[in-house]
């Protein structure tokens, strides 16, 4: 099989994950839903942070009492079976979906006013072709060698700002609406456990389980963190009723709180900076849906998959931006059902028992 | 496989370019200012930097108006008389109309204009108490120092001397949308004008920033705040009110204030904020603590023990507060931003946005408690 | 069983070979015999003459005489290749004089060999093919009629250009030694720095007709044993008829054929060549080339000057820090202004829009284009510069340099800004030590450029993206080009700071070596 799977370790595949989290958690699709019951973004980022961790944990241990480094070991090759993966697949490529999206509208709306948003994801494309046809190797290499650029970037974000930042701007706080709070927990399911589910479709490249189990937690530990903490900058820099209107919220930050520098205007040049990791976690995401949907269908080369899989993300994105009322409906729709999505596989992925080889006569 | 991906990569940036524009081909836009029109409801004036000019600067900045019934139509119409393309990337403010201001008629036009034009979202925001062709015309100079320059002068001037509000058009925004606060915006005018409809009263002292650098005819000058109830503008504040006004808000660094003190000898005290206030209180109750170092202009010629001295400027702060808490009440204006107070109190979104916090603004009562830190070291204003 | 797809060693297994084995091994053992030397002198003079074409090329030296006067012999050299007072000093006297009465002719060429030959360098042998490249290579051979045995001597005396400074690579701190085209004086300055008894020079036939000799210098128990094995399986692959030098043989060896940065580092320089050995990689040294490649390579090896660790640590720090931020400013600063003016010029401060504005005020070309003759401008004057001897190359940089540059400005075909960017670009290019990297880092500039004429910083982004992800995934003979930073290994090289030298024992983890710094 060619999977351009490659081999890779522990720091690599710890950034990817950090990567994917940070930009799925502050880039998210839907910001009016993030944020339209206040300002509990940043409480909702670590409790489905936290919950991602346990599956991903839950995977694991399962991974080692039943042998395997990665999720197709567990999903085998019945029919069931890949029934299973099919609506991992598709929350991989939703979350694929976010970071681009969030990252088109600053791109069409603020950048190149008035372009066509087919010419921009033509650019995105063609990125994402070479980085799933290149392979999981190099994703997170490349995550690797750019995450300190990018933290960089992203801590100075949020450091520069603090001059504007006001608490009273995180209020109401709805921590008096539980059941709600889960609810959007349950939503948030698609920007934080994706990261650690392509993880574990690509487990095969990591040295080993323990490796995969480790940077899993690094980076979803970190990641989660990062987003929080962005998210929680971003409560305090606007209130939740502009937040919830605002387009690529977390790039208007570098712009909208600050006087303008009259001398250097870097946000442009952050916002590209920032749209690489965007483009690095929705390769990720791909190349795993790819890698996911080659082993369970037994396809040898991942490659036409990846092609597609990558042509098909960015088609619905733009789907979504030309036919806006009836896309973002059903979108919404899976992006507010997303726990069911992974939620439902994973429980029989993993309560399913090994079947016993008859003894049969020597 | 890997000629088709590398095909792929060859052909599809192919597919489209972005639409670009060579530098000198711009106009720049800027300052942008919208008040009422004559034969229609907006008159638009630009204030344009554009290639030409002398041969030292090459630059030649120039002021435009139009008349139209939208943003869109006014910039179809500049456009089209201008020779260059307008470019509005580089405009640093904005100037409203008082006029327009009064009715909240702005609200239309600049949200249809921030969401076309390649504005900086947080350019400066401003009202005019004069024609803007008038104010703009007032920052205009043949020497040396370019309009950002002077600009940036006068800003730091008004950020320095907390005589004026500088607000950008992000807080103008949070104002509008959200109910927490009220926005103040700075009050310009042209030829060393005073303001003589303060609501509070007082006495008026003008600032003059800006026009000290240019060599023009006009003056253009910035002092004291307009202040908002909603979209509309409901009154102005002088320079000193302001200055009381942010000290609430938390967003006073240092200003000068002039005292008479009950034997009639006048002072004059260098404030700055030690920390932010501390506002705490009910829903109709509030309490406003407010912590400043005070800096003694001339202290060899005063005669007042520092106590008795400490003690009449927190009293006479704490009541000048009260003063501009009162008019601004009246005027039901939240300036001072006790709304933000409010919204603490509630746990669920529904609940507040439900609230209607100005019905319980105007029965708000607030007790204002300056603390003044006493330093007798003579005040150089060369080394702020 | 189907016999004929049978391998020979199954058949022979069997017993009875079959008819096509049998006649496949005569033919090997026809050819083997073919190659052995004949006892008759008459025939192998006849054989050299053919060979060598003496009837038109007359370098080839084919001097008869009788050895001790009982024996005829041959001593075969190539004029100009040999030393001519060696020949007479060393082989002819004492061929004439000693006594070979009782020696059976088979054993005559030992016996001269052993009592007759006063030279350091001799060998025996009985293959034609060797004695072809002995004489090719500058040695005499010795053939004796009734022998079928020629004794080479080593009497190689050709004219070589003596040890220079190096050109290319000027350190001030460092060695003022460059290798030459003489392999054997490379190899001994190579010796010369690495006094270790496991340091091993393996000479190997560069492959083809021509009889390039190349040498694989490596430290034994420190280099990867599969990464040497893997670099000898690929130069056995050799086969080419094309004359070999060291950027030749990379791109015969290497793995990516289209990428523009070079997978083997090429060193003038023995000290940096001697270094990369002591840290576990391969010198690679070609006949004829005053050139080491030394492989594997990263990034920081293409970005490193040799005498960085001559410096003190905190100026090292500065300067390695300078050499990076000068590296990556003169690739991204062309494309970044072209798509700050051309496409986001809010970007810019309203001085900066003035200047650019006023210094654009009569070029009739557009920006880009502007901007992308420019940079083809300097490297035309660059190529020229490289091209034509030492003192005219340097005015040639200064005519490009100062005279293009302002006539340019003064016909209003450049502005004053892209020409001083474009300046600045250039200067910022020769801090990239390496040469081939300087050259690709030059043309993947100018596709930058062109992807932000296209679409400004996106355009940027998204082949600064893919530039990196390739980068990412090519290895340098199976050592990932972003080690030790992706991967991470044990040893961390920072490419911005210089690490305190330590007593540091062994090489580092970059390349997987046998013993590792602890």
């Not at chain 3, 009889?211 to 399986?233: C, F, H, I, M, Q």
């Not at chain 3, 970007?347 to 083809?376: D, N, Y």
């Given at each position: 099989?060619?999977?351009r799977?490659?081999?890779?370790?522990?720091?690599e595949?710890?950034?990817?994950?950090?990567?994917?989290?940070?930009?799925?958690?502050?880039?998210?699709?839907?910001?009016?839903?993030l944020?339209e019951?206040?300002n509990?973004?940043?409480?909702?980022?670590?409790?489905?942070?936290l919950?991602?961790?346990l599956l991903f944990?839950?995977?694991?241990?399962a991974?080692?009492?039943?042998?395997g480094?990665?999720?197709?070991?567990?999903?085998g090759?019945?029919?069931?079976?890949k029934?299973l993966?099919?609506?991992?697949?598709?929350a991989?490529?939703l979350?694929?979906?976010q970071?681009?999206?969030g990252?088109?509208?600053?791109?069409?709306?603020?950048?190149?006013?008035?372009?066509?948003?087919?010419t921009?994801?033509l650019?995105?494309?063609?990125?994402?072709?070479?980085l799933?046809?290149?392979g999981?190797?190099?994703?997170?290499?490349?995550?690797?060698?750019?995450?300190p650029?990018?933290?960089?970037?992203i801590?100075?974000a949020?450091?520069s700002?603090?001059g504007?930042?006001?608490?009273?701007?995180?209020?109401?706080?709805p921590?008096g609406?539980?059941?709600?709070?889960l609810?959007?927990t349950?939503?948030?399911q698609l920007?934080?456990?994706?990261?650690?589910?392509?993880?574990?479709?690509?487990?095969e490249?990591?040295?080993?389980?323990?490796?995969m189990?480790?940077?899993g937690?690094?980076g979803?530990?970190?990641?989660?963190l990062?987003s929080?903490?962005a998210?929680?900058?971003l409560?305090?820099?606007?209130?939740?009723?502009?937040l919830?209107?605002m387009?690529?919220?977390?790039?208007?930050?570098?712009?909208?709180?600050?006087?303008e520098?009259p001398?250097?205007?870097?946000?442009?040049?952050?916002?590209?900076?920032?749209?690489?990791?965007?483009i690095?976690?929705?390769?990720?995401y791909?190349?795993?849906?790819?890698?996911?949907?080659a082993?369970?269908?037994?396809?040898?080369?991942?490659?036409?998959?990846?092609?597609?899989?990558?042509?098909?993300?960015?088609?619905?994105?733009?789907?979504?931006?030309y036919?806006?009322?009836?896309?973002l409906?059903?979108?919404?729709?899976?992006?507010?059902?997303?726990?069911?999505?992974?939620g439902?596989?994973?429980?029989?992925?993993?309560?399913k028992?090994?079947?016993?080889?008859?003894?049969?006569?020597? | 496989?890997?000629?088709?991906?590398?095909?792929?990569?060859?052909?599809?940036?192919l597919?489209?370019?972005m639409?670009?524009?060579?530098?000198?081909e711009?106009?720049?836009v800027?300052?942008?200012g919208?008040?009422?029109g004559?034969?229609?409801?907006?008159?638009?004036?630009?204030?344009?930097?554009?290639?030409?000019?002398s041969?030292?600067?090459?630059?030649e900045n120039?002021?435009?108006?139009?008349?139209?019934r939208?943003?869109?139509?006014?910039?179809?119409?500049?456009?089209?008389?201008?020779?260059?393309?307008?470019?509005?990337?580089?405009?640093?403010?904005l100037?409203?109309?008082?006029?327009?201001?009064?009715?909240?008629?702005?609200?239309?036009?600049?949200?249809?204009?921030?969401?076309?034009?390649?504005?900086?979202?947080?350019?400066?925001?401003?009202i005019?108490?004069?024609?803007?062709?008038d104010?703009?015309?007032?920052?205009?100079?043949?020497?040396?120092?370019?309009?950002?320059k002077?600009?940036?002068a006068?800003?730091?001037?008004?950020?320095?001397?907390?005589?004026?509000a500088?607000?950008?058009?992000?807080?103008?925004?949070?104002?509008?949308?959200?109910?927490?606060f009220?926005?103040?915006?700075?009050?310009?005018?042209v030829?060393?004008?005073?303001?003589?409809?303060?609501?509070?009263?007082g006495?008026?002292y003008?600032?003059?920033?800006g026009?000290?650098?240019?060599e023009?005819?006009?003056?253009t000058?910035i002092?004291?705040?307009?202040?908002?109830?909603?979209?509309?503008?409901?009154?102005?504040l002088?320079g000193?009110?302001?200055?009381?006004?942010l000290?609430?808000t938390?967003?006073?660094?240092r200003?000068?204030?002039?005292f008479?003190?009950?034997d009639?000898?006048?002072i004059?005290?260098?404030f700055?904020?030690?920390?932010?206030?501390?506002l705490?209180?009910?829903k109709?109750?509030?309490?406003?603590?407010i912590?400043?170092e005070?800096?003694l202009?001339?202290?060899?010629?005063?005669s007042v023990e520092?106590n008795?001295?400490?003690?009449?400027l927190e009293?006479?702060?704490?009541?000048e507060?009260?003063?501009v808490?009162?008019?601004?009440?009246r005027?039901n204006?939240?300036?001072?931003?006790?709304?933000r107070?409010?919204?603490?109190?509630?746990?669920?979104a529904?609940?507040w946005?439900?609230?209607?916090?100005k019905?319980?603004?105007?029965?708000?009562s607030?007790?204002?408690?300056?603390?003044?830190?006493?330093?007798?070291s003579?005040?150089n204003?060369?080394?702020e | 069983?189907?016999?004929?797809?049978r391998?020979?060693?199954e058949?022979?297994?069997?017993?009875?070979p079959?008819?096509?084995?049998r006649?496949?091994?005569?033919?090997a053992?026809?050819?083997?015999?073919?190659g052995?030397?004949?006892k008759?002198?008459?025939k192998?003079?006849?054989?050299?003459?053919?060979?060598f074409?003496?009837?038109?090329?007359?370098?080839?030296?084919?001097?008869?005489?009788?050895?001790?006067g009982?024996v005829?012999?041959?001593?075969?050299?190539?004029?100009?290749?040999?030393?001519?007072k060696?020949?007479?000093?060393?082989?002819?006297?004492?061929?004439?004089?000693?006594?070979i009465?009782?020696?059976?002719a088979?054993?005559?060429?030992?016996?001269?060999?052993?009592?007759?030959?006063?030279?350091?360098?001799?060998?025996?042998?009985?293959?034609r093919?060797?004695?072809?490249?002995?004489?090719?290579?500058?040695?005499t051979?010795?053939?004796?009629?009734?022998?079928?045995?020629?004794?080479l001597?080593d009497?190689r005396?050709?004219?070589?250009?003596?040890?220079?400074?190096?050109?290319?690579?000027?350190?001030?701190?460092?060695p003022?030694?460059?290798?030459?085209?003489?392999?054997?004086?490379n190899?001994t300055?190579?010796?010369?720095?690495?006094?270790?008894?496991?340091f091993?020079c393996?000479?190997?036939?560069?492959?083809?007709t021509?009889?390039?000799?190349?040498?694989?210098?490596?430290?034994?128990?420190t280099?990867?044993p599969?990464?040497?094995?893997?670099?000898k399986?690929?130069l056995?692959?050799?086969?080419t008829d094309?004359r070999?030098?060291?950027?030749?043989?990379e791109?015969?060896?290497e793995?990516?054929?289209?990428?523009?940065?070079?997978?083997m580092?090429k060193?003038?320089?023995?000290?940096?060549?001697?270094?990369?050995?002591?840290?576990?990689?391969?010198?690679?040294?070609v006949?004829?080339?005053?050139?080491?490649?030394?492989?594997?390579?990263?990034?920081g090896?293409?970005l490193?000057?040799?005498?960085d660790?001559?410096?003190?640590?905190?100026?090292?720090?500065?300067v390695?820090?300078i050499r990076?931020?000068?590296?990556?400013?003169?690739?991204?600063?062309?494309?970044?202004?072209l798509?700050?003016?051309?496409?986001?010029?809010?970007?810019?401060s309203?001085?900066?829009?003035?200047?650019v504005?006023a210094?654009?005020?009569?070029?009739?070309?557009?920006?880009?284009?502007?901007?992308?003759f420019?940079?083809l401008?300097?490297?035309?004057v660059?190529?020229?510069?490289?091209?034509?001897?030492?003192?005219i190359?340097?005015?040639i940089g200064?005519i490009?340099g100062?005279?293009?540059?302002q006539?340019?400005?003064?016909a209003n075909?450049?502005?004053t800004?892209?020409?001083?960017?474009?300046?600045?670009t250039?200067?910022?290019n020769?801090?990239?030590?390496?040469?081939?990297?300087?050259?690709?880092?030059a043309?993947?500039?100018?596709?930058?450029?062109?992807?932000?004429?296209l679409?400004?910083?996106?355009?940027?982004?998204?082949?600064?993206?893919?530039a990196?992800?390739?980068?990412?995934?090519?290895?340098?003979?199976?050592?990932?080009?972003?080690?030790?930073?992706?991967?991470?290994?044990?040893?961390?090289?920072h490419?911005?700071f210089?690490?305190r030298?330590g007593?540091?024992g062994?090489?580092?983890?970059?390349?997987?070596?046998?013993?590792?710094?602890?």
């Amino acid at each position: 099989m060619n999977l351009r799977m490659g081999a890779f370790g522990r720091q690599e595949a710890a950034s990817a994950v950090l990567l994917a989290m940070f930009f799925g958690g502050c880039f998210a699709f839907d910001s009016r839903a993030l944020f339209e019951n206040g300002n509990a973004s940043w409480i909702v980022e670590i409790v489905a942070c936290l919950q991602a961790l346990l599956l991903f944990e839950a995977t694991v241990w399962a991974l080692r009492v039943r042998g395997g480094n990665d999720l197709s070991a567990l999903i085998g090759d019945s029919k069931l079976k890949k029934a299973l993966a099919a609506p991992l697949i598709l929350a991989l490529l939703l979350a694929a979906m976010q970071p681009l999206e969030g990252f088109l509208i600053p791109i069409t709306q603020f950048v190149f006013a008035g372009s066509k948003q087919v010419t921009a994801c033509l650019y995105l494309l063609s990125c994402l072709f070479l980085l799933t046809v290149l392979g999981a190797e190099t994703i997170v290499r490349t995550a690797r060698i750019l995450l300190p650029v990018l933290l960089v970037s992203i801590l100075a974000a949020l450091l520069s700002g603090i001059g504007e930042y006001r608490l009273d701007r995180i209020f109401p706080i709805p921590i008096g609406e539980p059941k709600m709070l889960l609810t959007e927990t349950g939503s948030a399911q698609l920007r934080a456990a994706p990261p650690l589910l392509a993880l574990l479709c690509i487990g095969e490249g990591t040295q080993d389980r323990m490796a995969m189990r480790s940077a899993g937690r690094i980076g979803a530990i970190a990641g989660g963190l990062l987003s929080a903490a962005a998210l929680f900058a971003l409560s305090m820099t606007f209130p939740y009723t502009q937040l919830r209107e605002m387009p690529a919220p977390f790039y208007r930050m570098l712009v909208e709180v600050r006087a303008e520098n009259p001398t250097l205007r870097l946000d442009r040049a952050v916002l590209f900076l920032w749209l690489m990791g965007a483009i690095l976690s929705s390769g990720y995401y791909i190349y795993a849906a790819c890698v996911l949907f080659a082993k369970t269908f037994g396809v040898r080369d991942a490659r036409p998959v990846a092609l597609c899989l990558s042509a098909l993300a960015v088609s619905l994105i733009l789907v979504l931006h030309y036919d806006t009322e009836t896309t973002l409906a059903v979108l919404k729709l899976l992006y507010r059902n997303a726990s069911l999505l992974i939620g439902i596989p994973f429980p029989l992925i993993l309560l399913k028992r090994r079947r016993r080889k008859p003894k049969c006569a020597v | 496989m890997r000629r088709l991906t590398l095909l792929l990569l060859c052909a599809l940036p192919l597919c489209g370019c972005m639409q670009s524009k060579n530098i000198d081909e711009y106009a720049y836009v800027l300052n942008i200012g919208v008040e009422r029109g004559t034969t229609m409801p907006y008159l638009v004036t630009l204030l344009v930097s554009a290639p030409g000019g002398s041969e030292e600067t090459k630059v030649e900045n120039t002021v435009i108006c139009a008349e139209a019934r939208s943003f869109s139509e006014a910039y179809e119409t500049l456009n089209a008389a201008y020779p260059s393309r307008l470019s509005f990337s580089r405009a640093s403010l904005l100037v409203i109309g008082e006029d327009l201001a009064r009715t909240g008629e702005q609200t239309a036009f600049l949200d249809f204009a921030f969401g076309k034009a390649d504005l900086w979202p947080n350019l400066r925001v401003m009202i005019a108490k004069d024609p803007i062709r008038d104010v703009f015309e007032g920052w205009l100079s043949d020497s040396d120092p370019s309009l950002r320059k002077i600009k940036t002068a006068a800003g730091d001037l008004r950020r320095a001397s907390g005589t004026a509000a500088d607000t950008g058009y992000g807080t103008y925004l949070e104002a509008l949308g959200d109910k927490r606060f009220d926005a103040m915006l700075a009050y310009a005018g042209v030829n060393e004008y005073g303001i003589e409809e303060d609501l509070v009263g007082g006495e008026a002292y003008p600032k003059v920033g800006g026009s000290l650098l240019t060599e023009s005819l006009i003056k253009t000058s910035i002092a004291g705040s307009a202040v908002f109830d909603g979209d509309r503008m409901v009154g102005v504040l002088d320079g000193r009110h302001t200055m009381e006004t942010l000290m609430v808000t938390g967003l006073f660094r240092r200003g000068e204030m002039r005292f008479v003190l009950p034997d009639g000898q006048e002072i004059g005290v260098a404030f700055s904020r030690v920390h932010a206030p501390k506002l705490h209180g009910e829903k109709r109750k509030a309490e406003a603590e407010i912590f400043l170092e005070a800096d003694l202009l001339e202290p060899e010629r005063l005669s007042v023990e520092s106590n008795a001295l400490k003690s009449f400027l927190e009293e006479q702060l704490s009541a000048e507060l009260s003063a501009v808490f009162s008019a601004l009440q009246r005027s039901n204006s939240d300036a001072m931003g006790f709304g933000r107070l409010q919204a603490k109190r509630f746990r669920s979104a529904a609940d507040w946005e439900a609230y209607d916090w100005k019905a319980d603004y105007r029965a708000l009562s607030v007790t204002f408690s300056v603390t003044v830190m006493l330093s007798h070291s003579a005040h150089n204003p060369e080394t702020e | 069983m189907n016999c004929w797809r049978r391998s020979p060693k199954e058949t022979e297994s069997e017993g009875t070979p079959p008819f096509f084995a049998r006649r496949k091994a005569r033919k090997a053992h026809i050819r083997r015999e073919e190659g052995k030397i004949p006892k008759d002198l008459g025939k192998n003079r006849t054989w050299l003459e053919t060979l060598f074409r003496a009837a038109v090329n007359t370098d080839l030296i084919l001097r008869p005489l009788r050895v001790g006067g009982r024996v005829d012999a041959l001593a075969v050299s190539m004029n100009g290749m040999a030393d001519d007072k060696q020949i007479a000093d060393f082989i002819l006297r004492p061929a004439f004089r000693i006594e070979i009465e009782g020696v059976p002719a088979g054993r005559i060429p030992a016996y001269f060999r052993a009592h007759a030959l006063a030279m350091h360098e001799t060998e025996l042998t009985d293959e034609r093919q060797t004695v072809a490249s002995a004489i090719l290579e500058g040695r005499t051979a010795i053939l004796f009629d009734g022998a079928g045995e020629a004794i080479l001597c080593d009497t190689r005396g050709f004219v070589s250009r003596p040890v220079e400074k190096p050109e290319n690579e000027m350190t001030i701190l460092g060695p003022k030694e460059a290798f030459t085209e003489n392999i054997r004086t490379n190899v001994t300055l190579l010796r010369r720095i690495l006094k270790r008894p496991d340091f091993v020079c393996e000479f190997r036939d560069a492959g083809g007709t021509n009889g390039t000799k190349l040498v694989l210098a490596y430290l034994d128990g420190t280099v990867n044993p599969s990464l040497l094995d893997e670099v000898k399986r690929r130069l056995d692959a050799i086969s080419t008829d094309m004359r070999l030098t060291v950027g030749r043989v990379e791109q015969l060896i290497e793995d990516y054929t289209y990428l523009p940065l070079p997978q083997m580092l090429k060193t003038e320089r023995p000290d940096r060549a001697a270094s990369a050995v002591l840290d576990g990689r391969i010198a690679l040294l070609v006949e004829g080339c005053p050139i080491a490649g030394v492989l594997p390579i990263t990034v920081g090896t293409l970005l490193k000057s040799g005498e960085d660790l001559d410096m003190r640590q905190p100026v090292g720090t500065i300067v390695q820090t300078i050499r990076m931020l000068g590296a990556i400013l003169s690739t991204y600063l062309p494309a970044y202004f072209l798509a700050l003016a051309l496409h986001h010029p809010g970007q810019l401060s309203s001085e900066i829009l003035e200047t650019v504005i006023a210094s654009r005020a009569m070029v009739f070309l557009p920006l880009w284009m502007e901007m992308i003759f420019l940079l083809l401008v300097f490297q035309l004057v660059r190529e020229a510069g490289l091209r034509v001897p030492g003192s005219i190359g340097h005015a040639i940089g200064i005519i490009g340099g100062l005279l293009l540059g302002q006539a340019a400005v003064s016909a209003n075909i450049v502005s004053t800004v892209v020409l001083i960017i474009v300046a600045l670009t250039g200067l910022g290019n020769f801090v990239i030590p390496d040469y081939s990297a300087q050259v690709a880092t030059a043309y993947y500039r100018i596709l930058l450029c062109i992807a932000a004429t296209l679409a400004g910083l996106l355009g940027i982004t998204v082949t600064g993206l893919c530039a990196t992800a390739i980068m990412c995934s090519v290895k340098s003979f199976g050592v990932p080009f972003f080690a030790p930073y992706a991967p991470v290994t044990k040893h961390r090289e920072h490419l911005f700071f210089r690490t305190r030298i330590g007593n540091r024992g062994g090489p580092s983890d970059r390349s997987n070596p046998q013993r590792r710094r602890a």
